[in-house]
């Protein structure tokens, strides 16, 4: 049944009928608190094992003003007879997570989050029907996509709502071999399907995703990605240059100074440049600083210290300019930062790089894959962090007039929850988005094995969660922590979820529920880097330039993948 009959189904109800009438009675209400009330099955509620309620399902009250859905979050016999011969007190619990509104001569049923009529005790208690469950998950109608089954009811398609799942940020949990790779890579495609202009950017750390979106990405590494250092702000330059800067203060105030200066120069040597010039002498934007955006000569900061080298008296220290001096030449020179430093002219290639980064326009391939797999931690980190503050300031530039989503894979790495590890440019950059994006037309998406080494801010902006199997008790917790729902006991099922199944909850989704993903082709399946060991020591390498091809990728800093 589509999304678009399952609204008629209910719209044609008879009037006057809740979803779901005449259904077998489960049981009754015996007790409300707040959110949560307790159901007594009749002792006839003996149906099939198949349909009886379980963790996660979802039963009906009637309210008699509305139909009230809970979700199953306990059960239990309190004095279970010895013998089992007896008619045993059967107790359900149910956390109250919306309601129906019962149809009329001229309004149909409709689906609410929130409960304004509380049950009452005695009133009675059905297993929500196929109707009232397809019906559900059709409230966001034209504008939501499927992504799988409803684990209660395989017949029932799981949707999300599309412009929440991205507008209110959204995050994949999941411990490793849990099928995160696959759920993102699902949810896009089943988007992209629909909505071919997007413009989606994946920060992708382990080379995984190439062939898993075919022509509808391109895909840039350390060999094909050009991103000029002049684009570079000064924090995230400083971190190129000195990872974790211990003891270089005096060469990063020399270097605070040049840069500008640099920069002016360039611009000095161009029409466009002294255009620009000139409009920032007469407005009120200010002189150029260390963060503004164009381009400038590592050769002209080489030409810069030379020339203060020279003027410098006896009494001042040369050798934090030789420093600097030596540091500027040997990463310009070195081929892991060939992507950044590599280029033999220095042009104002600015709006080349964000047509390119962020698809636009499209051209038939939405989706921009930066794999960061083979590049070193420090500049991966920096990579990111220019990434996201680019999409971020583009988006506010811009008026959101392109929505951008940025997918970041392994984000504790780019946002760890200790504030003193990592780099902090690339955490405020993501925690910006987070906070204000929904405002410029950015999403954020983040994957994590490990929502307690996340930043918490950057969870608790994320208003969609699809948290599949995690055993780690922390994590568990932090989870729960985070989501705002009346749906923490599903978080029980966690440690027990099978492979591609999820419990989604948030804006995105109609209601908190567990889920299985669809599965996707082969082809498309994201490459698992997980070796094998029983593969790997079963045969001989016969291969004889076998450590001469891998020395040769590992001195050229170039990672190539094996063919699968």
């Avoid at 209601?511 to 029983?534: E, Q």
Wanted: proline fraction near 6%; charge should be negative; glycine fraction near 8%.
């Amino acid at each position: 049944m589509s999304v678009s009959e399952a609204v008629q189904q209910i719209d044609a109800a008879p009037k006057g009928k809740p979803p779901g009438a005449g259904q077998a009675r489960m049981g009754e209400v015996i007790s409300v608190t707040g959110s949560h009330a307790l159901v007594m099955l009749a002792p006839n509620a003996d149906i099939d094992r198949i349909h009886r309620p379980q963790i996660g399902a979802i039963m009906s009250i009637d309210c008699g003003a509305c139909v009230v859905l809970g979700l199953v979050s306990a059960m239990s016999t309190p004095a279970p007879s010895v013998d089992g011969a007896g008619a045993d007190m059967r107790i359900v619990e149910l956390e109250l997570i919306g309601e129906f509104s019962k149809p009329s001569a001229k309004t149909p049923a409709r689906f609410r989050r929130g409960v304004s009529t509380f049950p009452t005790l005695g009133d009675q208690v059905h297993v929500a029907s196929r109707d009232e469950l397809t019906a559900l998950f059709a409230v966001n109608g034209t504008s939501s996509v499927r992504i799988g089954v409803v684990k209660q009811d395989a017949a029932i398609p799981a949707t999300v709502s599309v412009n929440d799942l991205f507008s209110r940020h959204c995050a994949v949990l999941g411990t490793t071999g849990a099928g995160k790779s696959c759920a993102i890579t699902l949810m896009l495609l089943s988007v992209l399907e629909r909505y071919a202009h997007g413009h989606i950017v994946l920060l992708d750390p382990h080379n995984e995703y190439a062939k898993s979106f075919g022509d509808l990405a391109v895909v840039f590494d350390a060999t094909n990605l050009t991103l000029p250092y002049w684009l570079l702000t000064f924090d995230e330059l400083v971190e190129v240059l000195y990872p974790g800067r211990t003891g270089f203060n005096e060469e990063i105030d020399i270097l605070a100074d040049l840069v500008p200066a640099a920069k002016k120069i360039n611009l000095s040597m161009t029409t466009n440049g002294m255009k620009f010039l000139a409009e920032r002498r007469s407005g009120d934007a200010g002189a150029i600083t260390v963060d503004t955006p164009v381009p400038y000569r590592i050769s002209e900061l080489l030409g810069l210290i030379d020339k203060a080298l020279g003027g410098l008296d006896s009494t001042r220290s040369i050798a934090p300019y030789k420093r600097l001096r030596n540091r500027l030449y040997a990463i310009s020179q070195d081929a892991r930062y060939s992507f950044m430093f590599g280029g033999l002219t220095v042009q104002d290639t600015m709006a080349k790089f964000l047509g390119q980064l962020f698809r636009i326009p499209v051209g038939g391939h939405p989706v921009s894959i930066i794999e960061l797999g083979g590049l070193p931690t420090d500049v991966a980190r920096v990579v990111v962090s220019v990434i996201a503050r680019l999409a971020f300031e583009f988006g506010m530039w811009s008026h959101g007039a392109a929505p951008i989503a940025l997918i970041v894979e392994d984000a504790h790495r780019y946002a760890p929850a200790d504030p003193n590890e990592g780099f902090a440019p690339t955490r405020r950059a993501l925690i910006r988005i987070a906070k204000e994006g929904r405002k410029t037309g950015v999403s954020l998406w983040v994957a994590s094995q490990r929502p307690t080494e996340l930043d918490p801010t950057i969870l608790s902006q994320c208003n969609t969660i699809f948290a599949m199997r995690l055993a780690n008790q922390a994590d568990q917790d932090a989870l729960r922590a985070a989501i705002p729902d009346a749906s923490t006991s599903l978080l029980n099922c966690l440690p027990s979820l099978g492979l591609g199944e999820a419990i989604a909850v948030g804006e995105g989704v109609p209601l908190p529920t567990r889920i299985r993903f669809n599965s996707l082709p082969r082809d498309l399946v994201p490459r698992s880097l997980t070796a094998s060991f029983t593969d790997g020591w079963s045969v001989e390498p016969e291969d004889e330039g076998f450590i001469e091809r891998i020395v040769e990728q590992w001195r050229a800093q170039r990672l190539i993948l094996p063919e699968v």
